[in-house]
């Protein structure tokens, strides 16, 4: 069964940085596109960034300059850097992991994101 679990997260100050990692057991990590995904209370859940099995990243608008998403396939793991965090980060983020030619995808657990002075 695979797994993807997440850490990091945390409470920080406007303008500080926290960093997420996401690592998944599948056996051929290199063939997955791994988004993180965040929902802040009364919202709907939302792509913040991903990246695919060739390295090409997308992000939100809202986290564009702020947010770096990289892999490193041979610890199968994908970081999420942010920086210069905004109140309006504050979230529970989740990591997704999806093979295109599958249907189904597998999320790891949530962690909360809280920007606040």
């Known amino acids: 069964q695979v797994q993807v679990v997440v850490s990091g997260g945390g409470l920080v100050q406007p303008g500080g940085s926290l960093r997420l990692s996401c690592a998944a057991s599948?056996?051929?990590?290199?063939?997955?596109?791994v988004g993180w995904y965040r929902q802040a209370p009364g919202s709907q859940r939302e792509l913040v960034a991903n990246i695919s099995s060739g390295g090409t990243t997308n992000y939100a608008d809202s986290v564009k300059g702020r947010f770096t998403i990289s892999r490193d396939n041979a610890k199968k793991t994908v970081v999420l850097q942010m920086n210069n965090l905004k109140p309006e980060d504050t979230a529970v983020y989740y990591c997704n992991v999806k093979r295109l030619d599958q249907t189904y995808a597998y999320w790891g657990q949530g962690t909360q994101v809280t920007v606040s002075s």
């Open positions: 599948v056996t051929i990590f290199s063939i997955y596109t």
